[in-house]
């Protein structure tokens, strides 16, 4: 069975969602106030990689959106994460890299501090500004009326 966004409404993991060009504006607001705070000094390198990286699911939140659906709560990250592959029709290796990425937060975030190094946070932060400059081109080519 090829996987789709209706296989996934049909098995529970996403919902129907009507977004609007309101909610997309704020999604996008969200991203560069994450992008901008992932650069600030002083924070770790884990908190550093935290707020890319949230900036990076906004992205997939924003695409999942536009494209009609939101994840349900349980898992909604992976989720989200894996729709990239199906909304913006990202290439696997991008996908699989956040989902890594997503991995090595939850890590930082609840089990060990100091697990992520400056190379990881510099990878993390440059995928989340690649991904926001992906969507700004596809929303205007896919969801022109949402911009």
């Not at 908190?47 to 990076?56: G, H, L, N, Q």
Request: net charge positive; glycine share 4%.
């Amino acid at each position: 069975m090829k996987v789709s966004l209706q296989n996934w409404l049909e098995s529970g993991y996403i919902r129907a969602h009507k977004a609007s060009r309101r909610e997309i504006a704020d999604l996008l607001k969200a991203v560069d106030r994450d992008l901008a705070d992932s650069q600030l000094r002083g924070l770790s390198a884990d908190r550093r990689f935290a707020v890319a990286y949230s900036a990076a699911l906004l992205v997939a939140t924003l695409a999942l959106a536009a494209s009609g659906y939101r994840a349900q709560q349980e898992g909604h990250h992976y989720w989200s994460i894996r729709s990239l592959a199906l909304t913006m029709k990202l290439d696997a290796r991008i996908v699989d890299q956040l989902n890594a990425f997503r991995r090595k937060r939850n890590i930082a975030d609840y089990e060990r501090v100091g697990t992520v190094s400056e190379e990881e946070t510099r990878k993390m932060v440059a995928l989340a500004k690649e991904l926001r400059d992906t969507v700004a081109v596809w929303l205007k080519e896919n969801h022109p009326e949402l911009v």
